[in-house]
C-alpha cells in the first residue's frame, strides 16, 4: 500500500504524518509527501517528499505512482491568486490521474465546516451531513463547497471511492488562548476593528478584560471547534475503513463551544468579561453519524481545550506560526 498525503508540512499534516506512522495497523505502507512552499524533514525511510505544485500535471503524476490511497489536506485560504490552482485545478488532475489508475483505493478529502457557513449562516437545528451548503463569502469557503462537490461527483461517474471529513476551527498548541486575544497577536477572527469601535476597542485593550460575544439572537456566541488530535484520530480511523466509503463525516467536539462558558473560566483567573454584539449564529455541528460509523469520539472538551492552550509555553524553536493568509 501506498499513501499520497498533500499539504504535509501545514498543522494538520505534521501532526497526521508521524501519527500514520506509529499506527501498526498502517506499518506495511509507504508514504509520499506531497509539499510546495514548505518541506517536511523526515529521516523515515517510508517517506518520500516531491516538491512542486498541484496545478503541475507531471508533479502529480509523479506523486501519485504506485498509490493506493491519498490523503487530500492542501488548502489556502483567501487567496485569490492561488485558490483555483490548488483547490480547482490541483484536485481536478489529482482525481483524474487517481481514478485511472488500478491501485487507486481512497481518496479522503479534509473540508470545513465554511461549506456550511459555520457562524455566517443560521440554523434552526444542529448541522448534519444532510445539511444543504451554504458557503459564507470569500474565496475559501467557495472552493471548499466547488472541492467536495467535485469529489462527490467523481465518486458518482466513475465508482471512486471517496472519504470526506468536514472539520471547523482546528486548534493545536495555543491557538485557542490567542483567539481571544485583543490585540495583534489575535488568531483567527473576526478582527475586533470589525465589530467594536475604535475608542472603546482601545479601552480593552488597556484593561484586563475578556471578550466574550454574543449572537444575533443575543445569546452568548457558540461556535464548533476541533483539536487536531481528535482530528488526527478520525482520520485515522476513516483510512482504508470500507465504512467511510463513499462518505461525508462532521468532525467537531460533541459541543460547540460557549463563548460565555470561556469567559467564565477566564473571570475565576481574575478576568473581567467584555460583551461583544455580533451579528453571527450560534450553531452544532452535529457529529453522531462519525461516533456511530466510525466508532470516533473527540477527546478534548471545553476545559481541557482551554487548559491546553493557556498553559502552553513555547520555546525558542516553536515560533507561532500563521499557516494560512487570511
Known amino acids: 500500500m501506498k499513501l499520497l498525503v498533500t499539504g504535509a508540512a501545514g498543522k494538520v499534516g ?12 498502517f506499518s506495511d505502507f509507504e508514504v509520499v509527501a506531497l509539499c510546495n512552499n514548505r518541506a517536511i524533514e523526515t ?49 481536478y488532475l489529482l482525481l483524474d490521474r487517481f481514478r485511472r489508475s488500478e491501485k487507486g483505493r481512497q481518496f479522503l478529502l479534509l473540508s470545513g465546516d465554511c461549506v456550511v457557513g459555520h457562524i455566517f449562516q443560521g440554523y434552526a437545528a444542529p448541522i448534519t451531513e444532510a445539511a444543504p451548503r451554504r458557503a459564507y463569502p470569500g474565496v475559501y469557503a467557495l472552493t471548499k ?8 461527483q467523481f465518486g ?24 481571544f486575544a485583543l490585540d495583534d497577536t489575535q488568531f483567527g477572527g473576526p478582527p475586533w476593528e470589525t465589530l467594536v469601535e475604535a475608542d472603546d476597542l482601545a479601552k480593552m485593550r488597556n484593561g484586563d478584560v475578556f471578550p466574550a460575544m454574543r449572537d444575533a439572537e443575543g445569546g452568548f456566541l457558540k461556535r464548533n471547534f476541533i ?26 467536539m460533541n459541543e460547540p463551544v ?3 462558558a470561556v469567559a467564565a473560566l477566564m473571570e475565576t483567573n481574575g478576568r473581567d468579561r467584555a460583551e ?13 453519524k462519525a ?23 513555547r520555546g525558542e524553536n516553536d515560533p507561532r506560526i500563521v499557516w494560512y493568509p487570511g
Open 43 to 91: 529521516d523515515d525511510r517510508r517517506v518520500t517528499v516531491i516538491r512542486g505544485s498541484m496545478a503541475d500535471e507531471q508533479v502529480v503524476a509523479r506523486a501519485l505512482e504506485g498509490v493506493s490511497h491519498v490523503v487530500h489536506l492542501a488548502a489556502v485560504k483567501e487567496s485569490p491568486d492561488l485558490a483555483i490552482d490548488v483547490a480547482l485545478k490541483g484536485l
Open 145 to 152: 463547497v466547488m472541492e467536495e462537490v467535485m469529489l462527490e
Open 291 to 313: 461516533r456511530k460509523v466510525l466508532g470516533w469520539k473527540p477527546s478534548v472538551g471545553l476545559e481541557e481545550l482551554f487548559e491546553r492552550a493557556w498553559n502552553y509555553r
Open 156 to 179: 458518482i461517474q466513475y465508482d471512486l471511492g471517496y472519504t470526506i471529513l468536514r472539520a471547523p476551527w482546528i486548534m493545536e498548541k495555543d491557538d485557542f488562548r490567542y483567539a
Open 227 to 252: 483539536h487536531v488530535d481528535d482530528l488526527v484520530r478520525a482520520i485515522l480511523l476513516s483510512i482504508d475503513n470500507p465504512d467511510a466509503r463513499g462518505e461525508l463525516f462532521n468532525i467537531a
Open 276 to 288: 461583544i454584539a455580533t451579528p453571527f449564529h450560534s450553531n452544532w455541528l452535529d457529529n453522531a
Open 258 to 260: 460557549d463563548y460565555g
Open 14 to 25: 505534521q501532526a497526521f504524518l508521524p501519527a500514520f506512522l506509529a499506527e501498526q495497523r
